[in-house]
T-cell receptor
């Protein structure tokens, strides 16, 4: 059974600081996704990581994937208040279809 | 291009009733997946439909069912509602060109409250 673990579950940080969210998963997969969710809203796709060593950046967020370590990271650079949200990683089951297992989410609060 | 739409957005039901939720995928997308989000269990996969066939199923009781129509629109049904079914139900669509996994785009969700 595929398990996905994120840490930390809650992160409070000051504006301007850097931090990393970690996503570990238990079985082989080479497709990992990062989503953002604002309170009461749906999931917004941030990054799609499809191979070992994949690195993608968008603004102050950078995501990477190490399939051998079964680890993905979401790095936040010089955080701003607008990044406050809950971030989820999700792993595909490597089967013929779309079936994501999500991590528990990291609730990020960026304080001025 | 219009995104994934879900109706209704909010729903209040009582225990024992049944409910049907609807999802219209992005035009051209052939796969529709459903997820349940609760504070306690997080985001959990319910099932996926592709070309009108259920292709994958999560670990939910048979009270949860779904179907997909020829235009790729999907419905999910929950019968004999329980308090624990209160949740945000999210639908996601994907292109699935070769029939395999592909990026999923989520709709706004239907918030179901069971009293």
């Amino acid at each position: 059974e595929l398990k996905v673990e994120q840490n930390p579950l809650f992160l409070s940080m000051q504006e301007g600081k850097n931090y990393t969210i970690y996503c570990n998963y238990s079985t082989t997969s080479d497709r990992l996704y990062w989503y953002r969710q604002d309170p009461g809203k749906s999931l917004e796709s941030l990054f799609v990581l499809l191979s070992n060593g994949a690195v993608k950046q968008e603004g102050r967020l950078m995501a990477s994937l190490d399939t051998k370590a079964r680890l993905s990271t979401l790095h936040i650079t010089a955080a701003v208040h607008d990044l406050s949200a809950t971030y989820f990683c999700a792993v595909d089951h490597n089967n013929a279809g779309n079936m994501l297992t999500f991590g528990g989410g990291t609730r990020l609060m960026v304080k001025p | 291009k219009a995104g994934v739409t879900q109706t209704p957005r909010y729903l209040i039901k009582t225990r024992g009733q049944q409910v049907t939720l609807s999802c219209s995928p992005i035009s051209g997308h052939r796969s529709v997946s459903w997820y349940q989000q609760t504070p306690g269990q997080g985001l959990q996969f319910l099932f996926e439909y592709f070309s009108e066939t259920q292709r994958n199923k999560g670990n939910f009781p048979g009270r949860f069912s779904g179907r997909q129509f020829s235009n790729s629109r999907s419905e999910m049904n929950v019968s004999t509602l329980e308090l624990g079914d209160s949740a945000l139900y999210l639908c996601a669509s994907s292109l699935a060109l070769a029939g395999g996994p592909s990026e999923q785009f989520f709709g706004p969700g239907t918030r179901l409250t069971v009293l």
